[in-house]
Every structure is written in C-alpha cells, then in structure tokens.
C-alpha cells in the first residue's frame, strides 16, 4: 500500500472516530436525560400513588368511624332518653349513674350482640365514662364494669366544657402492664330530652381502628400531645421521626401533607393527616410511613433497562457509525483521491504551459535571431556573385551557374523575410497599417514581374481582374500574399498550363481568385501547415512556408485564404480581402 | 273531677283530728311564678324542668306549717296514679310515713321509680290491672321525683313533709289553713324544687293570719 493511501485510510479512520464520538455523546445525553425523567416519572408517580393509598386507607377508616359514631350518637340518644340515666344526672343520684347505664352500655363493652362482620369493626369499647355539667369525669363507684383507668388517663378525658356534638380524642393509656398505649375515645353529648340542653357527655373509649395494611411495609401510627406512637418502628427510630414530625406539625398549618424520610437507612415516605380536626381534645395526626422499596425497585430496574437500551443504542450506533462511516469514508477517500489527482494534473498543467510558453518564447526569439543572422551572410554572399557576374574573363557556363547562384541567394533572402515575418506574427508583433490598397495594381504588378522571370516556364495568364478593387490593409503584406500566390500557380504548374486570376469585390470583400493548371492537391493534405512538404515527389517544391504565411497575413488583415478546389488539372486558391467602405463601387 | 274531690276529702280528713284541738287559721296569697306558656287550654298539668328546677305548670305552691310534730302512725293512704302518661296528681304532698298507691288506669305497663335522695324505690313494670296496687311508704322528708321508666317524658312530684298542716294553693296562689295549732311556728311556701319562702308566725287560737309571700 502506498503511503497516500495510509493517510488516505488514516483520515478514513478519523473521520469514523469522530463520528463515532459525537453519536456516543448523543446517545450518552439522550440516555442519561431518559433516565433523569424516568427518574422523576416514577418518583411522581410513587409519590401520587401512595398519597392516593394513604388518601384510600385513610377514607376508609374514616367511613369505619363515620360507622362507628353514628352508632355510637345512636346509643348516647338512646341513652339519654333512658329516664333512669336522666334521674341519675338530673335527680343527683351519680351513685345510680353508672349502674343505670351498666345494663344499656353492655353490649358495647362486650360487643356480642353483634353480627360477627359488624363486631370487627365495632371494636368492643374499653372503656366509658361520663361527664358532669362541667366536663369533669363522674367517677365510677366500681370502675371494673366500666374499664378500669388510672388516674392520669382517667383525668385525659376531661373537657373544659360539653360537647355539643361529638368530639373525638387520641389518649395515651398507661397499661397495667407499665407499657403505653393510644385509646381512641370518642366524646357523645347527651341532652335532656326536657329542655334540650347538654346535661352530660359520655366518653367512651377504644382500641383506635388500624390502618389495613394492603401495601407491604406499611406503618401507621398516631402522633398525639407531642408524642409519635408507632409501636412496629424501633424507639431511637420512632423518636427522631418524633422530632422531623413535630418540627414540620409546627411549621405546617396543613392538617395534613407527606415528605421524606430515613427509617433504618431506607428513604420512606411519611404521610400525615389531622384525625380530630376542630375537636376540644388535643390535635392528633394520623401517621404513615411507606416504604419507597417498590418504587426504588421499580427505578432500579428502570435504570437497568434505559442503561441497557442506551447500551444497546450505542452498539447500534457503533455499528451504524461504521457503516455510514465506511459508506461515507468512500466518497470522501475518493474525493481526497481525486482531489489529489486534480492538483497533480493541474500542477502538471501549469507545468506544461509553463514550458510550452517558455519554449514558444524562445523558439520565436530565436527564429527571429536567426533569420537576422542569417540575412547578413546572404547579403555578403549575393553582393559577391553579383561583383563575379559584373567580371568577363569567366568561362559562359561560370557565368550562367553564377547566375543560378546569384538567383538561390534571392531564394534565401525571400525565405528569410518570411520567417522573420512569421517569427514576429508567431511573437503577436505584426500589425497591420490598415489603407486602402489598389488590389488590381498589385496583381498587375505582380503578374509583370511573373513574366519577367528568366525561368519563366510556358504558362498562358488569363487575368479577369477588374481594375479599382480597394482592399483594407497594407500594401506589402498584400502584395505578399498575391506574390506567393502567384509563384506557386506558376511553380507547380505544367509546361504549357496557364493561369487563371479573377477579381471581384462588393462592398465587405473583394475576393481574388487565382487557379493553375498542373498536378492536384491530394485530399486530405494540409498545404497550409508550416514546413508542409508534399507527400508526392515533385521536382518543384518550395520551403513549406508560403502558404502558410499567405493564410496567416489574409487572416490577419481579417480576411482568409482557402483551397477551392484542386482536381482534374485545375487547382484554384481564393483569398478573401475587407473591402474598403464606400471605395468599391462595382458589385 | 271525682279525684280531685277525693284529694280535697283526704287532706281535710288528715287535718280534721287536728283542728279539734286547736283553732287557728292562716290564709293568705303566694306569689306564683307567671306561667310562661300560654293558657292552658285542657286544664293539663305537667312538671316542668327548667335550668334543673321542677315545678309544675300551670305553677302551684305548697304551703305549710314547719315544726317538731310528733309522726303519726295512722296517715290514712294517698294515691297518685298514670292516667294518660301523666301523673295524677302532679304534685303531691304528704306527711312522713304516708303510704302512696301508684295505680296504673292507662291501658300500658308502667314502671314508676325514683333517684331522688328522700326516696329511693323501683316498683318495677306493673299492668293496670295489677293487685295488689303498688305502693311506697314515704319516711323521710324531702321532694321526690317520680319517673317512669318507660315513659320517660313522665314527672311527679311527692313532698314529703313532716308536719300534718299543709295546703295546696290554687292556680292564682290563694290558700286557707285550717285548724293549726296555736302557737309560734314558721310557715313554709313551696314553689318549686328549688324555691322555699318562709315566715314566722304567731297563731292564736280562733283567730285567722293573713301570710302572703311575695
């Protein structure tokens, strides 16, 4: 492999890198915010959920109790029409209060009267006492029947006055046993069916009704008088959700709301609600901690499965990136390719032009040099002969080789002026001194000199030319032209041939025509190319360059020299010539 | 009203005895309480319950003559009993030791009982056509309640008081006391469970005190 192509496969490879790296940081981005909002959806939706199964347990309780103390209003209604509990109250016999209403209130101490699907959510009561006229506890003379109390649960009870409807409380019990528990207790006022006033109320209390724990992990608990009760927590547990509780209930004039908590190092999530909103017993809150073990559960495997899709997205990416980039990389290798091959070529280009312009520049130079150089010698040589020939003690066939001698010299000269002629066009030096040039005088000119050469073969010269044609250039060049024109009908024409040169102009161009007899032009053959030789032998052959300059001075004085016609003994050349406006009358 | 002469014929058969030996009178006027209900149009009495004081409605007082009597074994029997859910007579008074009937002349059982303090008694539910007809001898002094357990809007009242003299005003408060002894004695007016006005009084034999409590 060469070593543009290594570069070329290095690029490749970097481009693919590159690709590559911004799919990865994409993905990685587009992965990473997926599991951020996943993140938040399923935190969201843990959190609604289980305010709305706090929200759930919670109603349900409620219509429990709702149950409970509509039951319960019945019976202090029933009691309170009870004319011995009335005689009691009313007729200061508390001695025969509690007796009274022993027999009245015993199902609801034992609570077996019931149905068994009603006895579990009427929870047999605890406990019940009555109130005097001043909220103080009536004492019971035999607190066995009634559910036994200390004194300082007992003195929970009281009220700063009675109820006139029903008021429910959270006490704190301390058992027999030296442990603590909470006592729902429910405050019914009982009014005299005389006068309608409230001459008592009875208090009755009970195991408070417990949260169902449909949702595994669940704690419930009641926080009362600064107290969080929540027996299935350990106590150094229980105390500092104790402090977070009581620092929020203080801050907080909600009677309920949720936040976060750490419960053994797991986050939870607490949720709090007021149990006895408006009651004349102390505020207590209905307390929850969730576990957020299955929503974790569930953002764990969440994180999986985003982390996988991002993998796998990123493997996919990795294999798209490598085609595409392969793909791509071809184009682009073949463009840095052929970008490559462009600039060599146009390097080469520029190289070559560079030495064809430089090569032009010295070959017209030079032609030019030597044509001068050449001139001199002729010169020198021609004036010689001509001083030999000017002698008469020579031999006649000296004086006739001298004389052929004396006539290739004129040749020479002849063939140096016209390369010097094409050595300055060929440099873009000539310029034409456009005037008007009586056309028909050069040809006449010229057509007497033709007969006035000595080697003059036996051509017959028939001239339709007719006199006044003005053509636009200058004279010498034209006559230049006519002259080579004319040398050649006459050089390659056959003994006994003729010439033929006709003329005719309108007011753009005057067209000279001048035909020969003798050996056709083959077809095919470029007689104005420079240095052209013919391809058939001839005993007349010229220096190649007449025709060629004759073309380049007709094209220059913006006309045009071309063959007509070359075949059956007759060969015609037509030059074209500008007309000189206005000067040319004759159509 | 054949009962209410029968009342009449036993409060004066109880003072009659008396009356022998002594020959003063007392008469006067007790300020009633006004009767805040409108005129009682069926002439029905009833114990009301007002702020936890019982008296009767329309108001009726009680008058008597306070002292050391000695008791009597022979208080002829009295008799308050149900008829239409009420008690008849609403207010009763009678001397220590009397001997009460409750006769039951509704068509439903009854159950009269009392928590007050001078008497406690339960004479459990009774038919009318009960016999022996239930009774309670009253020995202390004192205002009992009488309640029934069944019909619980049911009030009477039983004063028991420790002397033969006493009397019953009218609706207008008016009241005659005849044949106390003479001497010098506190006469009483009972108003209501919580109003007792009295005053002290000379009686002197043949003659007739004008007492009104204002």
């Known amino acids: ?587 | 009203m054949r009962l209410r002469g029968l009342l009449w014929l036993n409060a004066i058969c109880s003072v009659f005895p008396v009356a022998l030996f002594a020959s003063a009178a007392v008469e006067g006027h007790v300020d009633l309480p006004k009767s805040h209900s409108a005129p009682v149009q069926a002439k029905r009495y009833e114990i009301v319950t007002k702020g936890g004081v019982l008296s009767t409605q329309p108001p009726l007082a009680v008058v008597y003559l306070d002292g050391a009597f000695p008791p009597s074994s022979s208080s002829p029997a009295k008799q308050v009993a149900q008829k239409d859910l009420t008690f008849v007579p609403l207010l009763l008074p009678v001397r220590v030791g009397t001997k009460v009937e409750f006769p039951n002349l509704d068509d439903t059982y009854h159950n009269i009982f009392s928590y007050s303090p001078a008497k406690r008694f339960d004479l459990g539910r009774y038919r009318p056509d009960e016999r022996p007809i239930p009774t309670q001898v009253f020995d202390k002094p004192g205002l009992v309640i009488l309640r029934c357990d069944i019909h619980e809007h049911m009030r009477g009242l039983i004063l028991v008081l420790n002397t033969p003299y006493f009397v019953m005003t009218d609706t207008s408060g008016h009241f005659r006391l005849d044949g106390v002894p003479a001497g010098h004695y506190t006469l009483k007016a009972w108003i209501d469970s919580r109003t007792t006005r009295e005053k002290s009084v000379e009686l002197k034999s043949g003659e007739t005190l004008h007492v009104d409590f204002q």
């Open chain 1, 1 to 587: 492999m060469s070593s543009a192509a290594k570069a070329r496969d290095k690029e490749a490879a970097s481009f693919r890198t590159r690709l590559f790296t911004a799919m990865m940081i994409v993905i990685a981005t587009l992965t990473a915010l997926g599991f951020y909002l996943a993140q938040r959806k399923v935190t969201a939706d843990a959190e609604r959920n289980l305010q709305q199964i706090f929200q759930t347990e919670l109603s349900s309780l409620h219509q429990l109790e709702e149950l409970r103390h509509a039951a319960l209003a019945d019976r202090c209604n029933v009691l309170a029409a009870k004319p011995r509990i009335h005689a009691a109250i009313e007729d200061n016999a508390i001695d025969l209060l509690y007796p009274s209403a022993k027999d009245e209130l015993r199902d609801l101490m034992e609570g077996e009267e019931l149905p068994p699907e009603q006895r579990a959510q009427w929870l047999p009561a605890k406990f019940y006492r009555f109130l005097d006229s001043t909220g103080a506890v009536i004492k019971p003379l035999n607190p066995y029947d009634v559910g036994e109390l200390d004194a300082t649960t007992e003195a929970q009870l009281a009220l700063n006055k009675l109820p006139d409807t029903q008021q429910i409380g959270y006490i704190q019990e301390n058992t027999q046993s030296g442990g603590e528990t909470i006592d729902e207790v429910i405050a019914v006022p009982i009014f005299s069916t005389d006068t309608g006033d409230v001459i008592s109320a009875l208090v009755i209390g009970f195991k408070p009704l417990e949260l169902e724990d449909k949702h595994s992990g669940m704690k419930s608990g009641i926080w009362v008088n600064g107290q969080l009760h929540l027996r299935a927590l350990p106590g150094s547990t229980e105390a500092s959700l104790n402090d977070k509780l009581a620092g929020e209930l203080v801050n907080s004039d909600h009677g309920e709301n949720y936040f976060r908590v750490e419960v053994g190092g797991a986050p939870q999530l607490l949720f709090y609600k007021r149990l006895n909103p408006a009651s004349l017993f102390p505020p207590a809150y209905e307390v929850c901690v969730y576990p957020l073990s299955h929503s974790l559960a569930q953002l764990h495997r969440l994180r999986w499965q985003i982390g996988g899709a991002g993998a796998l997205l990123l493997l996919g990416g990795f294999v798209a990136s490598h085609l595409v980039a392969l793909r791509l990389s071809v184009p682009v290798k073949k463009l840095a390719l052929d970008s490559k091959e462009d600039r060599a070529q146009r390097k080469r280009a520029e190289a070559a032009l560079a030495s064809t312009t430089e090569e032009l520049e010295r070959s017209t130079r030079y032609s030019a040099d030597a044509s001068h150089q050449l001139k001199s010698p002729v010169t020198v040589f021609r004036i010689g002969l001509e001083s030999l020939l000017a002698r008469e003690d020579f031999k006649p066939e000296v004086y006739e080789q001298i004389s052929a001698l004396l006539h290739q010299t004129h040749r020479l000269t002849g063939v140096i002026d016209d390369l010097l002629l094409l050595s300055r066009m060929d440099a873009g030096h000539l310029q034409i001194a456009s005037t008007p040039v009586d056309l028909s005088k050069v040809v006449d000119e010229w057509l007497d000199d033709l007969g006035a050469l000595p080697d003059s073969p036996d051509v017959k010269i028939e001239k339709q030319f007719p006199s006044g044609l003005f053509v636009a250039g200058e004279k010498r060049y034209t006559s230049l032209i006519v002259q080579n024109l004319l040398e050649n009908a006459r050089k390659y024409n056959r003994p006994g041939g003729r010439i033929r040169v006709s003329g005719h102009g309108n007011s753009h161009n005057v067209m000279l025509t001048i035909g020969n007899t003798g050996r056709t032009i083959p077809r095919g053959e470029n007689i104005f190319e420079r240095f052209h030789h013919s391809s058939t032998p001839s005993a007349a052959s010229g220096h190649g360059i007449g025709l060629n300059l004759a073309r380049e001075l007709a094209r220059l004085h913006g006309g045009d020299l071309r063959l007509v016609r070359s075949e059956n003994d007759w060969t015609e050349f037509e030059v074209r010539f500008p007309a000189v406006n206005g000067v040319n009358a004759v159509a």
